[in-house]
Nanobody, 124 residues
Framework: QVQLAESGGGLVQAGDSLRLSCSRL????????ISWFRQAPGNEQEFVAA????????RYADSVKGRFTISRDNAKNLVYLQMNSLKPEDTALYYC?????????????????WGQGTQVTVSS
């Protein structure tokens, strides 16, 4: 069983930064792809970024490329989403998801394991 937990959301102003964290409870992420998705009220779930744990290769949605960075901490078994230059349109509930790798997939239906989400609100 894969249990995921997100943390790090909050209320910030446009232009600020936040770092989200995703952890797998009790086990490592070895051989998994870990991704971030987000969903704003009234919108469909949107792919944000993905990371292949074994080699650290990442992939980004065009809407966040150059502003967000996905990374991992092997020692702490954490995946981070560093979000810089935040915009009001980044406001959403952010979810961490995991899938057994190696493909960096962007469809939410390709992911079997999900966290509960962490809210990010960016004020203008």
């Amino acid at each position: 069983q894969v249990q995921l937990a997100e943390s790090g959301g909050g209320l910030v102003q446009a232009g600020d930064s936040l770092r989200l964290s995703c952890s797998r409870l009790g086990r490592t992420f070895t051989s998994y792809v870990i991704s971030w998705f987000r969903q704003a009220p009234g919108n469909e779930q949107e792919f944000v970024a993905a990371l292949r744990w074994n080699d650290g290769v990442g992939r980004y949605a065009d809407s966040v490329k150059g502003r967000f960075t996905i990374s991992r901490d092997n020692a702490k078994n954490l995946v981070y989403l560093q979000m810089n230059s935040l915009k009001p349109e980044d406001t959403a509930l952010y979810y961490c998801a995991a899938s057994q790798g190696p493909m960096l997939r962007e469809r939410s239906s390709d992911y079997s394991y999900w966290g509960q989400g962490t809210q990010v609100t960016v004020s203008s």
